[in-house]
């Protein structure tokens, strides 16, 4: 079974604060779901390429839209949903600190 | 006006407005008054909009300067991860308390375009990850058919609105079987269109290489309406394809079983009624054939690899610094960690979290490299299969409605009524749910539906052979 440490190692990556209660329910179902889906490493890697997906390479021409792009007129409600907001400013928490 | 036009299909709708028979207004307050008798213990709408009847007003004025569409005036519901400016958008999920949409989704603007009106937002699995709508943040959505039960999901709340005649039609999203799994619950017919099919932009992604908007509706015609108003190449998504993108099929009339698949795990009431709308169908001049995807075996399991990889990647957004929730730890990391772990509901944590392990360094190549090799294969194998066949047919799920409550404790049984869903979006082929009869269940008719799985492109196989599988149903 995963271990508590690879629940909190996983949850920090994540960026999820997990409760202890939580860590204990993870570990069975994380554990059991790994058990399900590990079939997938008895797929030989000879046996095929990664899938390259249905996805190609799309451009467009580098030029602005300007007003017949459909997201022309929605910086205003962009700012509206900012948590906090500051005239034109997102306030956001200071991350540049003194080194010690 | 009767509260019977509600439960008119939009084909049919489309004919009386055109007729002058009724009005959009009309058609609208019909599903209004469904909504108000039934939403309060069904749970299907999230948000019953207030502008409904003006926006009725607004269609039955286009009509009458002559405009004609087959959507003009049809109410419809849509599904609460589908952006509409202007609106509320939550995906089910607490994270986005608050969020109002600041642009259409292309489907959307499409829709308005056509002169659809939009009754309100259905319930959903949050973010879409579940198979009953019970992971929904606002509660689970019951099954018209029998409330004890899920309606399926993730698009439950989409599908419970179209068969409590609270919508005409509806909208949903499907990575992994999330319009066509609650349409065989709710006994409607359920499209997930090719992969690029139909455009994302403005959609609340979850697995993108696997994520298609379709049509939740009564009947196979309806669903091709929607489907041809929504469908089409948008330079706002680089993944969307026009309808030239893959060349037109000849119908052979050949119907592939990969009966191997069937042997266990299928709910023997489902297997018999599979089986007797596959001899109706013979008898319709379709030839059934045994076909073998040797690593469909395997679809599940790539899938809750993939799936989750992607869904915390792009999760990632949700972090509080720009919209939605945002709650103040007591470090930079501590305010991410808290407005996640607390805006997140349990399921999405979860699937965040493995996705996160799948893709971390020293498993990704056991899980996520192996995963996407299988995928290739599973891709392969269908193509391979289709070039013999026209449509690849199975159950939509292998039992009818769970009860509420029956899988919630055990994620993986959850996951398990997905198997035979997921190969679709694994390889980008648009597939069908069909209604095929009902399974009695604690002496309530519960419905269930077909599966059939067309060529890249080829929607109007899957439109030709539903119409020939509903017909049959229709004489019974």
């Given at each position: 079974?995963?271990?508590?440490?690879?629940?909190?190692?996983l949850?920090?990556?994540?960026?999820?604060?997990?409760?202890?209660?939580?860590?204990?329910?993870?570990?069975?179902d994380?554990?059991?779901?790994?058990?399900?889906?590990?079939?997938?490493s008895?797929v030989?890697?000879?046996?095929?390429?990664?899938?390259?997906g249905?996805?190609?390479?799309?451009?467009r021409?580098?030029?602005?839209?300007?007003?017949?792009?459909p997201?022309?007129?929605?910086?205003?409600?962009?700012?509206?949903a900012?948590?906090?907001?500051?005239?034109?400013?997102?306030v956001?928490?200071?991350?540049?600190?003194?080194?010690? | 006006?009767?509260s019977?036009?509600?439960?008119?299909?939009?084909?049919?709708?489309?004919k009386?407005?055109?007729?002058?028979?009724?009005?959009?207004?009309?058609?609208?307050?019909?599903?209004?008054?469904?909504?108000?008798?039934?939403n309060k213990?069904?749970?299907?709408y999230?948000e019953?909009?207030?502008?409904?009847?003006?926006?009725?007003?607004?269609?039955d004025?286009?009509?009458?300067?002559?405009?004609?569409?087959?959507?003009l005036?049809?109410?419809?519901?849509v599904?609460?991860?589908?952006?509409?400016?202007?609106?509320?958008?939550?995906?089910?999920?607490?994270?986005?308390?608050?969020?109002?949409?600041?642009?259409?989704?292309?489907?959307?603007?499409?829709?308005?375009?056509?002169?659809?009106?939009?009754?309100?937002?259905?319930?959903?699995?949050?973010?879409?990850?579940?198979?009953?709508?019970?992971?929904?943040?606002?509660?689970?959505?019951k099954?018209?058919?029998?409330?004890?039960?899920?309606?399926?999901?993730?698009?439950g709340?989409?599908?419970a609105?179209?068969?409590?005649?609270m919508a005409?039609?509806?909208?949903?999203?499907?990575?992994?079987g999330?319009?066509?799994?609650?349409?065989?619950?709710c006994?409607?017919?359920?499209?997930?269109?090719?992969?690029?099919?139909?455009?994302?932009?403005?959609?609340?992604?979850?697995?993108s290489?696997?994520?298609?908007?379709?049509?939740?509706?009564?009947?196979?015609?309806?669903?091709?309406?929607?489907f041809?108003?929504?469908r089409?190449?948008?330079?706002?998504?680089?993944?969307?394809?026009?309808?030239?993108?893959?060349p037109?099929?000849?119908?052979?009339?050949?119907i592939?079983?990969?009966?191997?698949?069937?042997?266990?795990?299928?709910?023997?009431?489902?297997?018999?009624?599979?089986e007797?709308?596959?001899?109706?169908?013979a008898?319709?001049g379709?030839?059934?054939?045994d076909?073998?995807?040797?690593s469909?075996?395997?679809?599940?399991?790539?899938?809750?690899?993939?799936?989750p990889?992607?869904?915390?990647?792009?999760?990632?957004?949700?972090d509080g610094?720009?919209?939605g929730?945002?709650?103040?730890?007591?470090?930079q990391w501590?305010?991410?960690?808290?407005?996640?772990?607390?805006?997140?509901?349990?399921?999405?944590?979860?699937?965040?979290?493995?996705?996160?392990?799948?893709?971390?360094?020293?498993?990704?190549?056991?899980?996520?490299?192996?995963?996407?090799?299988?995928?290739a294969?599973l891709?392969?194998?269908?193509?391979n299969?289709?070039?013999?066949?026209?449509v690849?047919?199975?159950?939509?799920?292998?039992?009818?409605?769970?009860?509420?409550?029956?899988?919630?404790?055990?994620?993986?049984?959850?996951?398990?009524l997905?198997?035979?869903?997921?190969t679709a979006?694994?390889?980008?082929?648009?597939?069908?749910?069909i209604?095929m009869?009902?399974?009695?269940?604690?002496?309530?008719?519960?419905?269930?539906?077909i599966?059939?799985t067309?060529?890249?492109?080829?929607?109007s196989?899957l439109?030709?052979?539903?119409?020939?599988?509903?017909?049959?149903?229709?004489?019974?």
């Amino acid at each position: 079974m995963i271990s508590r440490e690879d629940i909190q190692t996983l949850a920090e990556l994540a960026r999820l604060e997990v409760s202890e209660e939580e860590t204990a329910s993870l570990q069975k179902d994380i554990s059991n779901i790994l058990d399900y889906v590990g079939h997938v490493s008895a797929v030989s890697s000879a046996e095929g390429e990664k899938d390259p997906g249905l996805n190609r390479n799309v451009l467009r021409r580098d030029v602005p839209r300007g007003e017949s792009d459909p997201l022309a007129d929605t910086r205003e409600q962009l700012l509206e949903a900012l948590p906090k907001r500051e005239g034109d400013y997102n306030v956001v928490r200071k991350i540049i600190q003194k080194d010690e | 006006m009767s509260s019977d036009l509600s439960t008119l299909s939009i084909t049919e709708a489309a004919k009386m407005l055109a007729a002058k028979e009724i009005s959009a207004v009309d058609l609208a307050r019909a599903c209004i008054t469904q909504i108000e008798k039934k939403n309060k213990s069904l749970n299907a709408y999230l948000e019953v909009f207030d502008d409904i009847e003006a926006q009725a007003k607004v269609a039955d004025e286009r009509h009458m300067k002559g405009e004609s569409s087959p959507l003009l005036g049809i109410p419809l519901a849509v599904k609460d991860n589908i952006l509409i400016k202007g609106r509320r958008a939550s995906a089910a999920s607490k994270i986005l308390e608050g969020y109002v949409s600041t642009y259409d989704a292309t489907v959307i603007k499409k829709l308005k375009d056509a002169g659809a009106v939009f009754l309100g937002r259905t319930n959903m699995d949050e973010f879409a990850h579940g198979s009953s709508t019970e992971n929904s943040a606002f509660g689970p959505t019951k099954n018209p058919h029998d409330e004890s039960r899920v309606p399926g999901g993730s698009s439950g709340g989409s599908a419970a609105a179209v068969a409590a005649s609270m919508a005409l039609g509806a909208l949903g999203t499907d990575t992994g079987g999330s319009i066509r799994e609650p349409a065989s619950f709710c006994g409607l017919v359920g499209l997930k269109p090719t992969y690029g099919a139909v455009s994302r932009s403005g959609l609340i992604a979850m697995g993108s290489s696997l994520d298609q908007a379709g049509p939740l509706a009564q009947t196979v015609a309806d669903a091709e309406l929607i489907f041809n108003a929504i469908r089409g190449q948008d330079p706002l998504d680089s993944t969307s394809i026009g309808e030239a993108f893959y060349p037109k099929r000849v119908e052979k009339k050949k119907i592939g079983v990969p009966r191997h698949l069937l042997k266990e795990g299928v709910d023997p009431d489902v297997l018999k009624t599979f089986e007797a709308t596959l001899a109706t169908l013979a008898l319709q001049g379709y030839e059934i054939i045994d076909i073998e995807l040797p690593s469909a075996a395997l679809a599940l399991a790539v899938y809750y690899v993939i799936m989750p990889a992607e869904v915390s990647s792009n999760l990632a957004r949700f972090d509080g610094v720009r919209y939605g929730l945002s709650l103040a730890g007591n470090s930079q990391w501590g305010d991410y960690a808290k407005t996640r772990g607390t805006g997140f509901g349990p399921e999405v944590r979860r699937r965040v979290m493995l996705g996160t392990y799948v893709l971390s360094s020293g498993y990704y190549d056991a899980y996520y490299g192996k995963a996407t090799i299988a995928r290739a294969m599973l891709r392969a194998e269908v193509r391979n299969a289709l070039e013999i066949v026209d449509v690849i047919a199975t159950p939509s799920a292998p039992s009818p409605a769970p009860r509420i409550g029956e899988n919630i404790s055990n994620p993986l049984a959850m996951y398990l009524l997905d198997i035979f869903t997921v190969t679709a979006n694994l390889t980008g082929n648009p597939a069908i749910s069909i209604p095929m009869g009902n399974v009695l269940r604690d002496g309530k008719a519960l419905p269930v539906g077909i599966q059939f799985t067309a060529a890249h492109g080829d929607e109007s196989g899957l439109f030709a052979i539903g119409t020939s599988a509903e017909a049959e149903k229709k004489l019974e």
